[in-house]
């Protein structure tokens, strides 16, 4: 979806927040499947600030890091406009959908939509 919707100019960025147990299967995970996105490094405490702000970790971490409600498990995706704001705290289905061909024009016009004139 990311290559496709930001094939002519970049309409919107993904950042990747890792639940991985280790730097080297972040990286390992990045390079194999989302070479293309920006991540928050596996050690940045941003990393688990922002678990906390949205709720989203793996079951296994979310003590730990104080996910307290746990809203969501992995894979969790939340998107945010140009704003900073939540637009739609869990649009994984919605990936995985125009990932199957069923809602790619629907979902490119929802990231223009997010997207809010740039990003």
Same mark, same amino acid.
């Given at each position: ?5 930001? #094939?002519? @100019? %970049?309409?919107? *960025? =993904? ?5 991985? $147990?280790?730097?080297? /299967? ?6 194999? %499947? ?12 941003? $990393?688990?600030?922002?678990? $906390?702000?949205?709720? &989203?970790?793996?079951?296994? *971490?979310? /003590?730990?890091?104080? =996910?307290?409600?746990? !809203? ?12 900073? @704001?939540? =637009? !739609?705290? /869990?649009?994984? %289905?919605?990936? @995985? *959908? ?5 809602? !790619? #024009?629907?979902?490119?016009? #929802?990231? @223009? #939509?997010?997207?809010?004139?740039? &990003?």
């Amino acid at each position: 979806m990311y290559e496709e919707v930001n #094939e002519d @100019e %970049k309409k919107f *960025e =993904v950042v990747f927040v890792s639940s991985d $147990r280790s730097s080297d /299967s972040m990286s390992s995970y990045m390079s194999s %499947k989302h070479p293309s996105w920006l991540a928050v490094s596996y050690d940045d405490p941003k $990393r688990d600030g922002f678990k $906390r702000m949205f709720g &989203c970790a793996a079951g296994s *971490e979310a /003590s730990k890091v104080g =996910v307290n409600p746990r !809203k969501y498990g992995i894979p969790a995706l939340v998107i945010l406009g140009a704003d900073g @704001e939540v =637009v !739609k705290e /869990s649009g994984v %289905k919605e990936v @995985e *959908e125009f990932q199957g061909g069923g809602v !790619k #024009e629907s979902g490119v016009k #929802e990231v @223009e #939509e997010f997207q809010g004139g740039g &990003c």
